[in-house]
């Protein structure tokens, strides 16, 4: 769906706990361990950091953050102006797998591509440099999203590839192979932030801006059916499974990202069917 106005509508969401003047840890929940997301609740108009991060906190006191691929086991969170509470984060192992036959070309890029990756990797910083506060994501956050394609996993997040024996770097979503152009909907509500056909890394990539700073990416795309600015709904069609950049063969690479942090999509969605 098309819209040339984000007006989607933001729902709170969150563990519910007694309000009272006093500033007090919220109770968290969540997947507390790399690449998880939390949300939880606050007295609303009370501050949040994370990370060195002012998280977004709606008007209800709703808010989110996300733990990163390499997070520690523990991690603190404040409220208001001093009072720190400590989150106790799972340690995580992840999978290391090769990859052979990628063009050399991808691996090592020539000198004449630099500027050019250069050039996309500053488009995708600034669509994910929005700062969207607008409602209708979180509330789905809570009772889950929607696969934006299903079939065999191929690759999953936090995994080490090393492409013709050289370690690339760590993966930071979830691969789901499928023929080419096997059709990618909207996981959620968001508002498309960048629509590319051909990056070189990535291909066909767009982003989905949820809001509140949590994003996702969808790569290697044969076919986009979107515009920056279009504003979608969960189940809208967004394009088609590719094999476009850095790819051996058909799928879709679907990250998520909640400001510099990269989290694991596939801890959002219920098993694949």
Same mark, same amino acid.
């Given at each position: 769906m098309r819209a040339t106005s984000l007006i989607f509508i933001l729902t709170a969401f969150g563990s519910a706990f007694v309000q009272s003047e006093e500033v007090i840890c919220p109770e968290l929940e969540g997947q507390f361990k790399p690449g998880g997301l939390l949300w939880g609740e606050v007295i609303p108009g009370t501050a949040v950091r994370f990370e060195n991060i002012d998280v977004p906190v709606l008007p209800d006191g709703s808010f989110v953050v996300g733990l990163g691929r390499n997070a520690p086991n523990e991690m603190d969170l404040t409220v208001g102006e001093? *009072? *720190?509470? %400590? =989150?106790?984060?799972a340690t995580r192992e992840y999978r290391i797998s090769r990859v052979e036959g990628v063009p050399q070309r991808t691996v090592t890029p020539p000198a004449e591509q630099l500027e050019r990756i250069r050039r996309e990797r500053e488009k995708v910083q600034s669509a994910k440099s929005r700062r969207i506060e607008n409602e209708g994501f979180l509330k789905a956050v809570?009772? +889950? =999203? %929607?696969?934006p394609a299903t079939g065999r996993i191929s690759g999953v997040y936090g995994s080490q590839r090393f492409y013709n024996g050289n370690p690339g770097n760590p993966h930071y979503g979830v691969d789901i192979a499928r023929p080419t152009g096997t059709p990618v909907y909207s996981p959620g509500p968001g508002l498309v932030t960048l629509a590319e056909p051909d990056f070189f890394y990535s291909g066909g990539t767009v982003i989905l801006d949820h809001g509140y700073g949590l994003s996702s990416s969808f790569l290697h795309m044969s076919r986009i059916d979107v515009e920056v600015g279009d504003v979608l709904e969960v189940g809208d069609l967004i394009g088609a499974i590719g094999a476009t950049g850095r790819a051996? +063969?058909?799928?879709l690479d679907w990250r998520m990202s909640w400001f510099n942090q990269r989290i694991d999509p596939q801890l959002l969605v219920p098993p694949m069917p």
């Open positions: 001093d *009072v *720190v509470c %400590s =989150l106790n984060i809570k009772t +889950g =999203l %929607s696969w051996t +063969g058909p799928h």
